[in-house]
């Protein structure tokens, strides 16, 4: 079956970079793009980025352009999300979600997420 | 960017037809995705493609989109279906792909 699982929670203060993995099992790690999500607290859903674990390349949303690196290991099946200059609003939960390599399918299925939390 | 507008709240009794509104510039031209997400889970995917159903879900979990609006309707609502609701499309024209809506919490009375 397959499965998302991802790392735990962390604290960072302001200024700080953090990077989140989610390792993907039950089908083939390069045959979808792997997606980031992120949900403040008490907020919606907010698309952060996508990676393409076969080649690589990335699509970023413009608001975190310079400040988002997403990166992939094919030897663990394990994606990444980095995100610097860390500011008190990116307190959130992130999600990494597998989406389709083509056409206009759902992301579907999800991590558990990670808490990262922000604070001085 | 292309904008999906959620009604904040829907409130509807055990038993009776929760609908649930996905609002968006001629969104009946697009694909549409349902997610359902229940306090401090990760969303899951309850309806795909407009009105097609993962397996796993039940079949009182509907979809529909015409026009300027996608629906998801919930029949015989159950406690269990109180959660938060999320619609989603693509959005190609922009750099943000994945565009989800505000959301919607269902409250079961």
């Known amino acids: 079956q397959v499965q998302l699982v991802q790392s735990g929670a962390e604290v960072k203060k302001p200024g700080a970079s953090v990077k989140v993995s989610c390792k993907a099992s039950g089908y083939t790690f390069t045959g979808y793009y792997m997606h980031w999500v992120r949900q403040a607290p008490g907020q919606g859903l907010e698309w952060m980025g996508r990676i393409n674990p076969n080649s690589g390349g990335t699509n970023y949303a413009q608001k975190f352009q310079g400040r988002v690196t997403m990166t992939r290991d094919t030897s663990i099946s394990t994606a990444y999300m980095e995100l610097s200059r860390l500011r008190s609003d990116d307190t959130a939960v992130y999600y990494c979600a597998r989406g389709p390599l083509m056409g206009l399918r759902p992301l579907d299925y999800w991590g558990q997420g990670t808490l990262v939390t922000v604070s001085s | 960017s292309y904008v999906l507008t959620q009604p904040p709240s829907v409130s509807v009794a055990p038993g009776q037809t929760a609908r649930i509104t996905c609002g968006g510039n001629?969104?009946?031209?697009?694909?549409v995705h349902w997610y359902q997400q229940k306090p401090g889970q990760a969303p899951v995917l309850v309806v795909y493609?407009?009105?097609d159903r993962p397996s796993g879900i039940p079949e009182r979990f509907s979809g529909s989109n015409s026009g300027n609006t996608a629906t998801l309707t919930i029949s015989r609502v159950e406690a269990g279906d109180e959660a938060d609701y999320y619609c989603q499309v693509w959005d190609s024209s922009s750099d943000h792909l994945v565009v989800f809506g505000g959301g919607t919490k269902l409250t079961v009375l």
């Open positions: 001629n969104i009946g031209s697009k694909s």
């Open positions: 493609d407009d009105s």
